[in-house]
């Protein structure tokens, strides 16, 4: 199945499961970086001028560390998110899921090189196509890989309707599926969900807006609405 | 249990779980839940939740907050300081040492090509031209003019810290370099070596022909023992990787890569702390020009003698992490 799920299974028997980034959003998260870090040599480089020669060699090192490790810096002590990554809700884990552990980050930036070569990323974008869960050679090497940060949901809403009983007999996948359209009643617009209600006419036997309320109330009555 | 009779029972307890996750750093605070009780329970109730077909919602909330817990609590600690002691001293020179048979390659392939362009730049006169620009070659001339007050570029005294600069980035940025290119089934690193081999091997060979070598050796003696060393030390890690990829033994590929990983990475540590030191030696002491030549080329043999006395000898006898002792000879018991 094409899916971009990533399901790990703990030792607590339980599956967690996130969503692999894919290369779009990570080039962009990148260029963002690169775009900061050019921010902050151009900035440096305006500080040092006037300490002449000796200038000079700090900004060197300052770019050193830029170009190395300030990747590494952000995903070990800012949670797995670059400032380019955290404009796009993404974050590097291990691949159990754990927060990146330093080893793992000082080895997946230090092989970016080798997904850069030969030229602009390439073996790196053509290794994340080829792969389940977008890894670039680097991830592949340190056992990382770069998921999305799921926001937290706002509250759940459900429709206002008073809980109804469903008729009798009502088998467990057509509950869920009476359920799931009450949960997204806010997301599906009024008349899809009229339209989908409506598949249903030959069974409640009501159409339109009213068929629709009805499967609302028996959605709140089987998520236990009294 | 219908859902929102599950969701009022334990809903307190995920927002204060939610709460603290979010606010919470150090668990100092008397608000902090018992994370690992909280942890489980939650994962039960995730298991549950799932098992009875609650809505998605619920479940990618559940979800969620599972693994924001699971975050903290397998949180990892992998630096600390006295793993770097003991690095220093015994996990280092080990790791080079099980890896021997890359560092013998990556020797072979990085003074090779060095010593064949070294003999022939210095028979002839034309061949250093191949690989640098006339321009390049009358820099380095200058640089090491023997009539020249100052050695090694020109410099002043706050140009030190400016060569400092440039050492490490350029030098650090090589070794990385040769080390990440090895992922391409070793051929990067390959080419990393046979490059530097070459170009170093024309210079050794242009500089000694034009009689310089009085100031030359000097200069690059004290800090080549830490810097060439690292170089072929970071194409052995890099080589080590690309064989990995070449023949995985008994493992998949990408099982034998990581594995793989692990043991070149000992060795990378250690060869950035190598280049840091050569940067240090090469901008505040090689082209310092009061200390005599005798000191610097003196100083330059014993810092070669140290360097492999320390992978030759450092950390023998030591036992690696998760290493059994070895059975005294003689000393089997019968079961």
Known sequence: MLDTAYNVETPEGIDLRAQAAGPVPRILAYSVDVFYRSLILAALGIALAFADRAGLGIWLLCSFLLEWFYPVFFEVLRGGQTPGKKAFGLMVVNDNLTPISWSASLLRNLLRFADFLPFGYAAGTIAMTLNRDFRRLGDMAAGTLVVYRQQNSNERSLPQAAPLAPPRGLQLQDQLAVISLAERHRDLSEARQRELADLLQPVTGKSGRDGLNYLHAVGNWLLGGK | ?335
């Open chain 2, 1 to 335: 249990m219908k859902q929102q009779d599950f969701e009022q029972r334990y809903s307190d307890g995920w927002l204060r779980l939610e709460q603290w996750l979010r606010t919470g750093s150090a668990g100092a605070d008397e608000a902090a839940p018992d994370l690992p009780v909280a942890y489980r329970s939650l994962c039960q109730q995730l298991a549950v939740a799932k098992e009875r077909q609650y809505t998605n919602q619920l479940i990618e909330r559940l979800n969620q907050l599972v693994m924001a817990a699971h975050h903290r609590v397998y949180r990892q600690q992998t630096l600390r300081r006295n793993t770097w002691v003991r690095y220093l001293l015994a996990g280092f020179p080990q790791a080079v040492r099980a890896q021997i048979k890359y560092v013998w390659l990556a020797s072979a392939l990085f003074l090779l090509p060095a010593l064949v362009m070294g003999i022939g730049s210095y028979s002839n006169d034309a061949l250093i031209y191949a690989v640098m620009s006339p321009e390049q070659v009358l820099q380095f001339e200058s640089m090491y003019d023997p009539g020249n007050q100052v050695m090694g570029r020109e410099r002043g005294s706050d140009s030190d810290l400016h060569m400092f600069g440039f050492y490490i980035k350029n030098n650090i940025g090589i070794a990385f370099r040769t080390f990440a290119a090895g992922l391409l089934f070793g051929l990067g690193s390959i080419f990393f070596l046979v490059f530097n081999g070459i170009y170093l091997g024309a210079v050794f060979g242009h500089i000694t022909r034009v009689g310089f070598s009085a100031t030359f050796f000097p200069f690059v003696i004290g800090h080549g023992a830490f810097e060439l060393t690292a170089i072929v030390l970071a194409g052995a890690a890099g080589l080590r990787l690309g064989q990995s990829l070449i023949d995985p033994g008994g493992h998949r590929r990408l099982v034998a890569l990581r594995l793989a990983s692990i043991e070149a990475m000992k060795i990378v540590y250690g060869t950035f702390l190598m280049l840091v030191i050569a940067a240090f030696l090469e901008a505040f002491w090689s082209s310092s020009t009061e200390l005599g030549v005798g000191l610097r080329v003196a100083v330059g043999t014993v810092l070669w003698l140290l360097v492999f006395a320390y992978f030759a000898l450092a950390g023998r006898g030591v036992l690696q992490p998760g290493e059994m002792p070895r059975p005294a000879p003689g000393g089997r018991r019968e079961p």
